[in-house]
């Protein structure tokens, strides 16, 4: 069924990309890499331990059952006033957006094997999304080299419907999440995305000839 075989490699072209995103999402040591290689980020006054702690209570957040996000100290108690009402709102609105997207690649998960079982040419599928992934990194990286901050700019005025994430830059979310950090991050999940399609596509040739 040619259909199974399109829906295939949506959902094996999502499971590679959201599944990258994710892993990086909860990588320790590229938080540390960030708080040593980012001017702004120091400035926060918050220590390499402080602020990897602080960004995992965050990043924790986005998959617990609390409606809006607190901190804790080392000892486990709320830190008061840490974060603007507004800094809260706009968490509140990312990690619906975050969750979403996280439910996205859960379900692709399944739809993609019981889709697999309909296809007949899986090399070629693979070989197919690999080329695709290639050329989306590709379109991404000359977008990039343009203007980030202005692409940045259009993603958060596609998934927000609100003014919230315009925060001053006095505050701890842009104080701990400049826009170079957004940049990094995207930089490495891309290249490690780009790097595995690569492979994959590369791979598929050789798997094909055996």
């Known amino acids: 069924m040619k259909i199974c075989k399109y829906m295939s490699g949506i959902f094996l072209f999502i499971i590679l990309l959201s599944g990258i995103f994710f892993g990086l999402l909860f990588c320790k040591p590229f938080y540390k890499l960030q708080y040593n290689t980012i001017a702004e980020i120091k400035f926060s006054q918050l220590s390499e331990t402080e602020y990897v702690n602080y960004t995992m209570q965050i990043i924790n957040y986005f998959f617990n059952n609390s409606k809006f996000i607190s901190i804790k100290d080392s000892n486990g108690r709320k830190i008061n006033g840490f974060f603007t009402k507004d800094e809260i709102l706009h968490m509140a609105d990312v990690k619906n957006l975050i969750r979403f997207f996280f439910m996205l690649f859960i379900v692709s998960i ?30 991404l990286f000359i977008i990039s080299l343009f203007d980030f901050s202005k692409a940045f700019i259009v993603f958060h005025k596609l998934f927000f419907r609100n003014s919230l994430w315009l925060l001053p830059a006095s505050t701890k979310l842009i104080e701990m999440f400049p826009e170079k950090f957004f940049y990094n991050f995207t930089k490495i999940w891309l290249g490690i995305f780009f790097v595995v399609n690569g492979l994959i596509y590369f791979a598929s040739f050789s798997l094909f000839n055996s």
């Not at 079982?117 to 590709?138: C, E, N, Q, S």
């Open 110 to 139: 399944p739809l993609f094997i019981i889709c697999m079982k309909f296809v007949k040419f899986r090399i070629d599928l693979l070989r197919k999304v690999a080329f695709a992934g290639i050329v989306f990194v590709a379109v």
